[in-house]
């Protein structure tokens, strides 16, 4: 286990849903992570907090929403969704905050979506 | 833009072989970083090395660097079925404090 959990591991959606994925880190990090994996290709970055709040947002569809009520927790609130979302998310968290180098990430397991 | 690129995408070996996957990146980094993934799972991290670091020891794994040709390699010795899994390099980006730049990962199958 790494410590990064997320909830639920696998979600099927209709296109006019609307469901929120949850994160929870259990190691004191600064920094949480949205990440999407698609089949063969790398990692996207979605959002980035940093102590709460958002730094990076990497020109995401506004149909994906963050939330990051405190260090701990993450959610990606998803409505609208496109057959093409189906990937799996991946929450990741790291001790930095401002430090100006990135560190070692911990991930979660994901949450498999997939948008019919 | 894509930073970081394995070789080989996927790479096939016999139990106790060793493994060496590689990285290419096209920007001066800070870090590159190495991780597995496990088929569907989340990446575990395996190893930092710095830009002033040129090898790094871990258990079955060693990490090269070489700045001076923007490459990483990563050896896996005597390796194991459970080392099957995809690896990933990834850097920092010259633009981002928290922005990593993966690649699109190393396939590795142990054959037992």
């Known amino acids: 286990e790494t410590g990064v959990t997320q909830t639920p591991r696998h979600l099927v959606m209709g296109m006019t849903n609307k469901k929120s994925l949850k994160c929870e880190q259990h190691l004191g990090h600064n920094a949480m992570y949205w990440y999407k994996q698609s089949a063969k290709k790398p990692l996207e970055l979605m959002f980035v907090y940093s102590l709460e709040e958002r730094v990076e947002n990497n020109s995401v569809p506004s149909r994906f929403s963050p939330e990051c009520p405190n260090s701990s927790h993450l959610f990606l609130h998803l409505h609208t969704l496109q057959p093409e979302d189906s990937a799996l998310y991946l929450c990741?968290?790291?001790?930095?905050?401002?430090?100006?180098?990135?560190?070692?990430?911990?991930f979660g397991p994901g949450t498999r979506l997939t948008v019919l | 833009s894509q930073q970081g690129e394995e070789d080989p995408q996927a790479l096939s070996i016999q139990e106790g072989e060793n493994a060496t996957m590689n990285c290419s990146y096209k920007t001066s980094i800070n870090n590159l970083q190495w991780y597995r993934q496990n088929s569907g799972r989340g990446l575990v991290h395996l190893i930092l090395i710095r830009s002033n670091e040129r090898e790094k020891h871990s258990g079955r794994l060693r990490v090269t660097l070489d700045t001076s040709k923007k490459s990483s390699s990563l050896l896996i010795t005597a390796s194991r079925a459970a080392d099957t899994a995809s690896y990933f390099c990834?850097?920092?980006?010259?633009?981002?404090?928290?922005?990593?730049?993966w690649g699109a990962g190393t396939k590795l199958i142990i054959k037992p």
């Open positions: 990834a850097t920092d980006a010259r633009d981002s404090n928290y922005q990593l730049i």
């Open positions: 990741a968290s790291s001790l930095q905050a401002f430090s100006g180098v990135p560190d070692e990430q911990f």
